[in-house]
């Protein structure tokens, strides 16, 4: 990425693939939720709704709160993978992607063209912006894959009832996954294997622009700059930039933990709805519907209600858990919207003065 590029504009029949992509998402949202849910865990809408009764308004606010924080401290890691932007602007440009990514179907490519525009206005370069992007998305994913790795090694070591077998191949399971996510990481790390693997596609890409006749363009010295500058940004904040999504991710397991136990009253093992929430995480990756409600709340539900969960109950809490972590970062999506219109319109007037 050069200095001058920008995210290629959505041409108008991207523009409506985007929206009949997102109109279909929620029509799929709907009828799993609506229609697949209660035939999933086999209960009913009657007994989901009188599910809710006993919940008190504070465990509510709790989950809203726990969102907030989380939504803070992501904030905080994506700040340090941008050096030289406030905070302010870090936290505002995030609620704004995040805000996308959760509520529009695989919006996280339309979350990238505000970040880079976000931040193009807060005044860093296009290249600081590409390097702080992929320091963001590697500490995210990497977050979604220790996540269950963790929850499968804790459950291998409790107390539950599981033959030996079981608890070796879980553990087996836990060290290979966290193996292959160090050598994926190494090779990402490794710019001569990444230079390998880039001349590569290079070859590729360059037959076939020969054949069509396109026109070829370097991939290789621009990735491996952004490589470069990425791990120089790191230096000092790898910590923060890869230690604030998981523990974003531990914060909402152990508030679902509490939401399961103590505002639900299921007497389901700590370890086991930790594996159960790893399980949710897994299932958000499947872009099927925005912040995957439905999807996720199908797999949940269905595992508490073989954890020893009421039907109904196991239901209600899956929904009121994925809707708090989902409404509430698009709520601050939004209200963080103005502020960056705002912010754009105080920088063009004083251009213009």
Known sequence: MNESSTPTPLTARQKRRHALLAALSVVIAAIVIVWLIPRAVDTSWPHIFASFDGISWWWILFLIAVALVV????SVGFSACFRGVSLRAAAETNAVAQAVTVVVPMGSTISLGLIYARLK????????????????????????????????????????????????????????ALGLTSIALGFV??????????????KIVDAFNEGFGGQSRDLVTPALDTRAMAVADAHGSRVVILGAPTLARLAQGVAFIAWCTLGYGFEISPLVLF?????????????LTPGGIGVIDVGVAWALVHCGA?????????????????????????????????DAHADAEARQG
């Open 310 to 342: 009421p039907n109904a109950a196991a239901v209600s809490c899956a929904l009121a858990f994925t809707l708090s972590q989902v409404l509430t970062p698009a709520l601050a999506g939004a209200l963080a919207i103005p502020l960056g219109v705002r």
């Open 71 to 74: 939504l803070a401290i992501d």
């Open 189 to 202: 790390s490794s710019e001569k294997l990444l230079r390998k693997v880039l001349e590569r596609v290079q």
């Open 121 to 176: 206005r807060a005044g860093l370069r296009a290249k600081t912006i590409a390097s702080g992007t992929m320091l963001a998305s590697i500490a995210d994913v990497l977050a979604q894959i220790l996540l269950p790795i963790l929850a499968v090694a804790l459950v291998a070591l409790s107390p539950l009832d599981i033959p030996l077998w079981g608890r070796v191949a879980l553990l087996i399971a836990a060290a290979l």
């Open 275 to 287: 594996g159960i929430y790893a399980l949710s995480r897994l299932l958000s990756l499947i872009p």
